[in-house]
């Protein structure tokens, strides 16, 4: 079977690595907001060109702070709206909700899967007062269009960048990611950061994510409990560096598939610079969705499906079951994510091209 992410396999090269920073953890003896954390939030921010780093549990309350920390500084209230992709994985949209403001869904591009700056263009009103870019699946969403318009109509920009490590990000919005064990620079654990160039909004996430403290025991903010773990942070540290060439062996897996999968049945994302993708997923489209994935399991080859029902489709956001989002709800009824890691062999690669040309 070719395993669609081999998560043993990725992180065995590091296994030494991990068991002597866990060691140095321990004989340290400090476990929380160490120097594991102020090292990967130095080298993280500069990483991503950023003048501040800040770890944080996950990638989901990355993004609550982010919100939560605007509010503070009065750049949002309460019941703002701020425009979200449609086409998303549902933490983008609970970030929205769980820092009560009010998210307002926008389609995307049906050939990239990324938000669609024409449409939101077309959901603006006076409520409006920031959108939450999504970079689904490790592509660059058209940001140059989107900072336009954004600067046009005095918007805030975050991006939720969980999918989109090593991306060369446009502008300098504040950012939400993610290290999920199973992402591009993956945690042993729930991991998260947020990356700002803004230095008030530094200073009040840095209280809100540690009980609303900068000082121990005196609290300005209604805050949370949201650090990145010190062992988590030392495993990042050690990956951090290998980074870029792992991203780089994905593009590669990425551009043969571009290129030698030839099926009429098979529907392949749109990537016009390959140096604008860290390829999270690679993910195809076919109208036989359920059909292809069990020919491809009868072939020993594992797929998932990024994502099988829309936000506003779930149950949990019942009060958007009766909204229409055509191509949001034609990408989902299709999608199929292939297997996409940097430890995919050649002979794995051109299998799964046969396997797919055949089908």
């Excluded at 068991?19 to 340290?28: A, F, G, I, N, S």
């Excluded at 920390?69 to 209230?77: C, D, S, T």
């Excluded at 290998?242 to 999968?261: C, G």
């Amino acid at each position: 079977m070719i395993k669609f992410l081999d998560l043993h396999k990725i992180n065995q090269p590091y296994q030494e690595a991990f068991h002597q920073k866990m060691q140095q953890v321990l004989d340290k003896g400090w476990f929380i907001l160490g120097d594991e954390v102020n090292a990967f939030e130095t080298r993280f921010a500069d990483y991503v060109n950023a003048k501040h780093c800040l770890g944080v549990g996950n990638g989901l309350e990355a993004m609550v702070l982010i919100f939560k920390g605007y509010i503070e500084l009065g750049m949002l209230q309460k019941g703002d709206e701020i425009l979200v992709p449609a086409n998303t994985y549902i933490a983008s949209i609970l970030a929205i909700l769980q820092a009560d403001l009010v998210p307002v869904l926008v389609e995307p591009v049906l050939e990239t899967y990324n938000i669609n700056p024409d449409a939101v263009e077309a959901q603006l009103s006076s409520k409006t007062k920031g959108i939450l870019v999504v970079h689904l699946y490790g592509q660059l969403a058209d940001m140059e269009r989107i900072i336009e318009i954004g600067y046009r109509h005095n918007l805030l920009i975050v991006e939720d960048a969980a999918q989109a490590h090593g991306l060369p990000f446009k502008g300098s919005h504040t950012r939400a990611f993610s290290f999920y064990p199973g992402k591009n620079l993956g945690a042993l654990g729930d991991a998260g950061a947020i990356t700002t160039n803004d230095e008030a909004l530094a200073k009040v996430i840095s209280a809100l994510r540690n009980y609303g403290s900068q000082q121990k025991y005196y609290n300005e903010y209604l805050g949370v409990n949201s650090r990145l773990d010190e062992i988590q942070a030392a495993f990042l540290n050690v990956k951090l560096p290998h980074l870029q060439a792992e991203n780089d062996k994905r593009r590669a897996v990425a551009q043969r598939y571009l290129s030698e999968i030839q099926n009429e049945k098979i529907i392949l994302p749109e990537c016009v610079d390959l140096n604008n993708h860290v390829f999270h997923l690679f993910v195809i489209r076919t109208p036989n969705r359920d059909e292809l994935q069990a020919y491809l399991k009868q072939n020993n080859i594992e797929t998932l499906i990024h994502y099988p029902v829309p936000p506003h489709q779930q149950q949990a956001l019942s009060h958007w079951n009766h909204l229409s989002f055509p191509i949001t709800e034609k990408i989902h009824r299709e999608v199929l994510s292939l297997p996409m890691s940097p430890v995919l062999i050649s002979d794995e690669v051109s299998r799964i091209i046969r396997i797919l040309n055949q089908y």
